[in-house]
């Protein structure tokens, strides 16, 4: 490995689960100072990454991944000093107060006294809970509970922050409170690390992989690879009894215009979507609904990718 490492390097790293491959030879590297996202629907291998990242697992062979520039095929125990993790599930236990909680991770990594009360004290502010410290969680809600795992997760001042989904279950308010705080703990040189399925979540990141079936197909900024799709998204509604299929036949026999057919949609790409959609109406009467167009988005990017829509299947 070089003498300066990233924070996380991943190579070629493959995982199976018998005979299902769960990860294909994903790779990628993410730095200090930055939010990196891993995109996916359910099934992608998001959560495999995850748990190799967080070290529940190791990964099956040598030199694929690691932390810190140590391989974690042989050394997660001594990452995980380093590191923070957050999972989708939640972990506090409702019974015990805010700090009670935090006591209780603290006296985990060996944390005790002054140093510990200390670290409670700040994180607790840091996330807006200083004067809930004594309830107990069970009163809180959903987003106060996040912030609290949170906390948690910031306990051991990690280098490194994993969060696996962490947005699940939150209100809206509550989902721009929590991209606050991660900004301001970006801020503190810590890295973070994210699994989602959520495109507006996925658009705050630094840089974004996006994953599936196992297979990293695409990575950059947001704004890097949504410039793949030149031009505007166009998503026809099709009329019953018409079919998409038809309908995409028809936009390539009258207008010369090559579509993609997503469940009751029709789906094209063109560089002046506007301007496109009254020729499109004309030519199709009858077999439209509603017409929609707009700049792409992280969704469209999957669609471009994969010829199939992005879901989250349960």
């Known amino acids: 490995m070089p003498d300066i490492e990233p924070v996380v390097a991943v190579r070629f ?5 018998g005979d299902h491959r769960a990860l294909d030879k994903v790779s990628f590297s993410a730095s200090g100072n930055e939010i990196f996202g891993f995109l996916g629907p359910n ?10 990242l967080s070290t529940l697992i190791a990964p099956q062979y040598p030199d694929q ?46 944390l005790r006294g002054s140093d510990l009360a200390a670290r409670i004290d700040h994180l607790l ?17 959903g987003g106060m509970r996040r912030r609290v795992e949170i906390a948690k997760g910031l306990l051991n001042r990690p280098d ?10 939150l209100d809206p308010a509550a989902r721009i409170d929590l991209w606050r705080l991660l900004g301001d703990i970006q801020k503190d ?20 992989a996006i994953l599936d079936a196992g297979r990293l197909i695409a990575q950059g900024t947001p704004t890097d690879l949504k410039s793949q799709i030149r ?38 790409e063109h560089p002046a979507g506007a301007q496109l959609v009254p ?36």
Not at 127 to 140: P, T
């Open 160 to 169: 490194l922050l994993l969060l696996d989904e962490p947005s699940t279950g």
């Open 125 to 141: 502010q840091r996330v807006g809970l200083s004067d809930r410290r004594h309830e107990r969680v069970e009163r809180f809600s």
């Open 43 to 52: 099934g992608s291998g998001k959560t495999t990454l995850f748990r190799i």
């Open 231 to 268: 031009g505007d998204v166009l998503t026809l509604l099709v009329k019953e009894p018409a079919t998409p299929a038809a309908v995409a036949a028809a936009l390539k026999e009258r207008l010369g215009l090559d579509a993609e057919t997503l469940d009751r949609h029709v789906r094209l």
């Open 65 to 110: 991944a690691y932390l810190f520039g140590i391989d974690l095929a042989t050394g997660r125990r001594n990452v995980r000093h380093r590191i923070g993790v957050v999972f989708q599930s939640p972990s506090l236990d409702k019974q015990l107060t805010a700090e009670e909680n935090l006591r209780c991770h603290g006296h985990l990594f060996g």
């Open 279 to 314: 020729r499109i109406i004309e030519a199709l009467p009858g077999l439209i609904d509603a017409v929609t167009v707009g700049p792409p988005t992280l969704q469209d990017v999957f669609v471009h990718l994969t010829r199939r829509a992005f879901a989250r299947v349960e």
């Open 189 to 208: 040189n810590c890295t973070i690390l994210l699994t989602t399925h959520l495109m507006d979540e996925a658009d705050r990141c630094s840089r974004i």
């Open 13 to 17: 790293l493959s995982h199976s689960y």
